[in-house]
């Protein structure tokens, strides 16, 4: 199929330079279908990560910038705009999801009754009920357990607006919270991770630690599939 | 070919011989990844969309056959196995997604706020909220707009050994039913589609609505992609 005419993902983006290592979100080789980035003005990792109310007009016109261009859908490079997904859903006619724990109620329902899940962010201190909320769901009735990178050497470099690390790195930082969090409970029967940058390492920790898992590509890549006709795109691995 | 996590997705299959038609649930074109059938004992559209729990316990047996024998992640070709969703769950140490009823909260979150989505399921006189709950959310608190094909000819044909149904005969069922959803109701926002015969006609109901829509090979696909490997890996892999 052209690529023209293929139903584009636009991607709401901080101001921080992205990370464009293979596997990113931010890097266009990851995705069988085009991709329109715009960075959203005065959004920056230190103050979207959080519950600062600033930022969601900026996001709100992007979106509306975004569609007026023609994308088919909305999203972000950063799962803690789920706090916006409500007030960005409702300012376009296109679908929009902006954060992968959008995906929390459907991979709670896939693992047995009982079981847990593990969710791996970018900062556990600052992922609140907010957050669940927007995502559309919510901690009281949804059996969750969280971990951050917090304090570790990616997490210091993502707050950077020029952000400089490497897969060892995050691998290294990734797969330490989630050991942590998975030793603390045992019960926990699939991931959801939460950071954009986390899809780099996806496939590691699956290898690493055996269980499902999701991530920010899993949620876009969905979220075209919704759009799409099927010649055009799939969720599952391109060969 | 590509490194992957060996184990194809199971598919549990009515008895009725499969109709593999381009986009099929029962054509394993229809997937970027291998998959496997296997027929379960009793299982027929008859008594499964009756809401007949007799056949529970060879849902069980046949997801812990085919998990044993490796396969990943497990589904069905009949989304009124959802009643069964939490036991198969229980059973296997793999994620399961009996039902594509299952995206309902994943997809009512990408619309706007106060959207419905229109449900088009086999038969809207057997889809019941016990159906509903057993994907994991309920009709009193989700907005959904429901009808079937009941009383057509492709629903008839489908309660047959040998399915004859033709590609045209279901889109036109199909259709007749969202638009008769679609006259009543000015607020909807994204489609369902509940039976596994569905995704035959599944770019048809994008193309005339413009909505987002998924249906049984979307929940295949994300089952799939919570266990294996993002595109990325895969084409590096593939090079």
């Known amino acids: 199929m052209d690529a023209k005419s293929r139903p584009t993902l636009g991607m709401l983006q901080l101001q921080n330079t992205p990370i464009r290592l293979p596997g990113a979100i931010s890097n266009p080789a990851t995705y069988d279908f085009p991709v329109r980035y715009l960075p959203v003005p005065g959004a920056w990792t230190k103050n979207v990560v959080g519950t600062d109310p600033g930022v969601v007009t900026a996001y709100i016109e992007a979106a509306r910038q975004l569609e007026r261009e023609g994308v088919a859908a909305i999203s972000t490079n950063c799962g803690f705009t789920a706090r916006f997904q409500k007030d960005v859903a409702a300012a376009v006619k296109i679908p929009v999801a902006l954060s992968s724990l959008s995906l929390v109620p459907f991979m709670a329902r896939i693992i047995p009754p009982g079981k847990k899940l593990a969710i791996v962010t970018y900062d556990a201190k600052q992922l609140v009920e907010l957050h669940f909320n927007g995502a559309g769901w919510s901690m009281k009735d949804t059996p969750a357990v969280i971990a951050g990178i917090e304090g570790s050497e990616s997490w210091t470099e993502m707050a950077k607006p020029d952000p400089k690390f490497n897969v060892g790195m995050l691998e290294r930082d990734v797969l330490a919270a989630t050991r942590k969090l998975l030793a603390a409970n045992p019960d926990v029967a699939a991931i959801v991770l939460e950071c954009s940058a986390f899809p780099i390492v996806a496939n590691f920790v699956r290898k690493e630690v055996g269980l499902p898992t999701v991530d920010f590509s899993t949620l876009q890549r969905f979220l075209m599939a919704s759009v799409t006709a099927r010649a055009g795109v799939s969720l599952a691995a391109a060969e | 070919m590509a490194a992957r996590t060996p184990g194809p997705l199971a598919i549990l299959r009515l008895q009725h011989k499969p109709v593999p038609m381009k986009g099929s649930i029962a054509d394993p074109a229809s997937f970027a990844y291998d998959v496997r059938y296997l027929a379960v004992p009793g299982a027929w559209t008859e008594n499964v969309t009756g809401g007949d729990r007799a056949v529970l316990a060879a849902y069980v047996e046949s997801a812990r056959r085919m998990v044993a024998e490796g396969c990943r992640a497990v589904t069905t070709t009949c989304g009124f196995t959802s009643l069964f969703q939490a036991e198969v769950s229980a059973a296997v ?17 990408l619309i706007p706020p106060g959207g419905r989505i229109a449900i088009v399921t086999f038969d809207a006189s057997r889809l019941t909220e016990a159906h509903c709950q057993g994907a994991g959310w309920s009709l009193t608190t989700s907005k959904v707009a429901i009808a079937g094909i009941e009383g057509s000819e492709s629903w008839q044909e489908m309660f047959k050994p040998e399915p004859g149904f033709t590609r045209d005969m279901l889109a036109r069922d199909v259709m007749t039913a969202l ?9 909807i926002r994204a489609v369902l589609l509940e039976c596994a015969f569905f995704p035959i006609v599944a770019d048809d109901v994008r193309a005339r609505t413009g909505l987002p829509v998924v249906d049984f090979l979307t929940v295949g696909d994300l089952l799939m992609a919570s266990t294996d490997g ?10």
């Open chain 2, 93 to 109: 140490p793999a994620p399961v997604a009996m039902s594509s009823l299952s995206l309902l909260p994943l997809l009512e979150r």
């Open chain 2, 179 to 187: 638009d008769g959803l679609r006259a009543h109701h000015a607020d």
């Open chain 2, 230 to 239: 993002t595109s990325a890996d895969a084409k590096v892999a593939a090079e």
